[in-house]
């Protein structure tokens, strides 16, 4: 089997039991405050290591190329509240015309 | 169903429309990216099926595509849906009948459709909770799919700047996440734990070691 399927398969059964685990398993009841605080902070933690891996690392190495522009007009297209498929659009087209030029 | 749960249904699908729009870029955006990572066309439109949660799927797509480890690559995606145990729970309570039928409605609580079916105050609609979680799904297999083709079309990932998309979309889903000093300090250390690691872990570890960030939530 493929790595994609298995990524598939697997991430699919886990999400599709954590989004039924609450109602299904546990009823009612509240998770302790802790575990609710730690989780919460799970996403920003997450988001913010894909930004600056995806943006400044090739592989093993650091690399400072065409993608910081992408990433850095991307962050004023953000600011700017632009719709996601902009914010994209603005990161993709920057990078090409770095490159290119 | 019951008529009240039908009228509900109708207005979350109403109040969920221009929501499905933005869902429709991103998931058009993913059936692409993920066609580029080494996904076939199949596997990307189960993926979103299945799993129906942007952030993770894009994670593991960009864990893939940067040559990171099966391991990695699930790990992260995984711990990026732990959310959805504390959402669950917050609607457990309005979420009626067998539990093969709460399992399933559970599928259509998404980031999107927990919001619209929240009436304040952690009381929920089910109905509109239901109406606008089928509008999502839909509109997220739907623009995967379309996405699938698209990418197939398209060039060289690089050339048309492609690379600097996973970056963007991380920043934009960061910027929707991040509440309070607390969330901005936990991005800020996830991010510094990430790009300190990069050269001495394999590709994708870094990400799943910067969620020791989130202990800062142990503090009061």
Request: proline share 4%; hydrophobic share 60%.
């Amino acid at each position: 089997m493929s790595r994609a399927w298995l990524v598939v398969l697997v991430v699919g059964a886990a999400s599709i039991a954590f989004k039924a685990a609450g109602p299904v398993v546990l009823g009612g009841r509240a998770l302790p405050g802790l575990v609710t605080r730690v989780v919460a902070l799970l996403a920003p933690t997450l988001l913010a290591a894909l930004v600056v891996v995806s943006t400044f690392a090739t592989g093993r190495e650091l690399v400072l190329d065409a993608r910081i522009a992408g990433v850095g007009a991307a962050a004023v297209a953000v600011a700017l509240r632009a719709p996601i498929l902009v914010v994209v659009a603005v990161a993709a087209v920057t990078a090409a015309l770095v490159r290119t030029f | 169903m019951g008529e009240e749960l039908a009228r509900g249904a109708r207005a979350g699908a109403r109040a969920v429309a221009p929501v499905a729009l933005a869902v429709a870029a991103f998931g058009l955006t993913f059936g692409v990216l993920a066609r580029n990572a080494g996904f076939g066309a199949v596997a990307t439109v189960v993926f979103s099926a299945t799993t129906f949660a942007g952030s993770a799927q894009f994670a593991a797509a960009s864990v893939l595509s940067a040559g990171g480890t099966l391991v990695a690559a699930i790990v992260a995606a995984i711990l990026l849906n732990t959310r959805y145990l504390p959402i669950g729970l917050s609607v457990a309570p309005t979420l009626r009948g067998p539990s093969w039928r709460r399992a399933l409605k559970a599928q259509l609580v998404v980031d999107e459709s927990w919001a619209i079916g929240h009436l304040g105050g952690g009381r929920f609609d089910p109905g509109r909770i239901m109406g606008a979680g089928i509008v999502l799904w839909c509109t997220w297999v739907g623009s995967t799919t379309i996405g699938v083709v698209a990418g197939d079309l398209l060039g060289d990932p690089r050339r048309l700047g492609l690379d600097a998309a996973f970056p963007a979309l991380f920043l934009a889903l960061l910027a929707g996440q991040v509440e309070g000093r607390r969330g901005l300090l936990a991005a800020a250390c996830g991010a510094v734990i990430a790009l300190a690691l990069v050269s001495f872990v394999p590709v994708g570890v870094p990400i799943v070691a910067a969620a020791a960030a989130c202990l800062l939530g142990l503090r009061r």
